[in-house]
């Protein structure tokens, strides 16, 4: 088996057009999420979102390119060049053919879909633009990483709600620890951050029209969010051959469905998950020094999310830190884990730990160390990522300090 | 503006080209329009004439709708326009 590494990461999201940005916000535990600007926002009960401003996509791409790039795509796009640029991968010949992207996202071109129901039933139009349909669809943003980077292997698309980008990561992951692929360009995306995606949200009563507040007794609801996290995940032995700078080692994943209920999580299921990350990377539990939680600031994720990992952890779940950046960047749904991976990264090469900000009031139920209000700084050698998705699917990825070598 | 004007401007648009770079005897082809430009022509005339144009990207040559060159994507689109108008 393989050893698997990250050798580029990019991103945009609300914190930030870059990774520098963003964790230059995670740090400074700055808070993404205000009023939405979206047409239509007053016929909305919940007017708070984590959107990415000041954002003009013909400064990003042509009009061509606008017209077959949803904002998803256009966000995978813009991370995927950031990553990829600073892995310093070209790829041609074999190494194309031994490349593929794997990216997860949950409403694809969901802008696209909106905008044009609103033109044909709204407007009345009977004439929609040709590109719909390769707009919206939802491998549209791996297929246009494809054919940018000249990526020709395995490349597809994961669709499990909340939990997307951590499924691709780890089909990713198990991918070039197989052998199967070589480098995989991988996390994901999400822009549903329109007046239909916001308003389908709402129908289910669980969004707070304030703030995020997750493991606060005071939580009341999840925000949502968008943007885009991609990294480039590499075959250790070629990684070290070529000289690239090593981010950090993708020590272990597992993944497990709760098999129980459509929206309730369940303790057993992510507890599964976490043990099976830990396992799946010979991982004891006490290197664990944080974990990015799910944290979605809902009252039935919060308590079951903490219960889960005291469950896995025993006593260690006491000394190690977990908290959730859903409270700055809002719940990205398919591409939440992919920014989220960030702050375990930021974790193990800077020695932050990202705060829970929004954090008043203790919550008995969530009685662990969620890094309140500020960040920490630590000396963490392995982070965990947790998602847990509508639909009971969970996947729990596990990253490792990569000891760079001496004199380096 | 002419039918002509307003087709050349549309083809032009979608090649990237002055409308003066345009000669009636060029194929899209010639004018670097592939198969998704040309849908995204025939939306645009569409739009701007409003018509229906019988075009189905299966079979681009089939039909009554010439688009052999920019003169016969005119005169079709005069055609379109006339049995419209009567």
């Known amino acids: 088996m393989n050893r698997v590494v990250i050798t580029g990461a990019g991103t945009i999201n609300p914190l930030g057009a870059d990774v520098s940005a963003t964790f230059a916000a995670m740090r400074e535990g700055r808070c993404g999420i205000g009023p939405l600007e979206i047409e239509d926002v007053d016929r909305l009960s919940i007017q708070i979102g984590g959107q990415v401003k000041d954002y003009d996509e013909t400064t990003q791409f042509n009009r061509q390119q606008i017209a077959l790039y949803d904002r998803f795509t256009q966000f995978t796009l813009l991370a995927a060049r950031e990553a990829i640029g600073q892995s310093g991968l070209t790829f041609s010949g074999d190494l194309a053919d031994q490349s593929g992207v794997v990216l997860g996202t949950s409403g694809g071109g969901l802008n696209t879909q909106d905008e044009n129901y609103r033109a044909v039933y709204e407007a009345g139009k009977n004439r929609v633009h040709p590109f719909i349909v390769p707009k919206l669809m939802n491998n549209a943003a791996a297929s246009h990483v494809s054919m940018e980077w000249n990526l020709r292997g395995p490349s597809f698309t994961v669709a499990t709600a909340c939990a997307s980008s951590n499924h691709a990561m780890g089909q990713a992951f198990n991918m070039v620890r197989c052998g199967m692929a070589k480098v995989m360009v991988t996390g994901g995306s999400e822009a549903m951050l329109c007046f239909g995606g916001i308003k389908a949200w709402e129908g289910l009563r669980v969004m707070s029209r304030d703030a995020c507040r997750p493991f606060s007794a005071t939580r009341n609801g999840m925000v949502q969010g968008e943007g885009a996290g991609v990294f480039v995940f590499e075959d250790y032995a070629y990684a070290k051959a070529r000289g690239a700078e090593i981010l950090c080692e993708v020590a272990g994943f597992a993944m497990s469905s709760d098999a129980s209920d459509i929206v309730m999580p369940s303790k057993q299921g992510a507890a599964r998950a976490i043990a099976g990350a830990l396992k799946d990377g010979k991982i004891a539990k006490e290197e664990v020094g944080y974990i990015n939680a799910h944290g979605t600031g809902t009252a039935a994720n919060d308590k079951t999310e903490c219960a889960a990992v005291a469950d896995v952890f025993g006593a260690h779940a006491d000394q190690l830190m977990i908290s959730s950046t859903k409270s700055m960047h809002g719940h990205l749904i398919g591409g939440t884990g992919a920014v989220e991976l960030l702050a375990c990264i930021m974790a193990l090469r800077d020695g932050v730990i990202a705060p829970t900000i929004g954090y008043e009031e203790p919550d008995p139920e969530c009685a662990l160390d969620v890094v309140p209000n500020v960040a920490r700084d630590a000396n963490v050698d392995v982070t965990l990522s947790n998602a847990f998705a509508f639909g009971g699917l969970n996947a729990v990825i596990a990253l490792r300090k990569h000891a760079r070598p001496a004199g380096h | ?86």
């Open chain 2, 1 to 86: 503006m002419s039918i002509k004007d307003q087709v050349i401007a549309i083809i032009a648009d979608q090649a990237m080209l002055d409308p003066s770079d345009i000669a009636l005897d060029n194929t899209l082809e010639d004018i670097g329009i592939d198969s998704l430009g040309l849908v995204e022509s025939i939306f645009a005339i569409e739009e701007t004439f409003d018509i229906n144009v019988p075009f189905n990207a299966n079979d681009p040559t089939a039909g009554d709708f010439d688009i052999s060159s920019i003169a016969a994507i005119i005169a079709a689109v005069e055609k379109l326009k006339l049995e419209q108008a009567t």
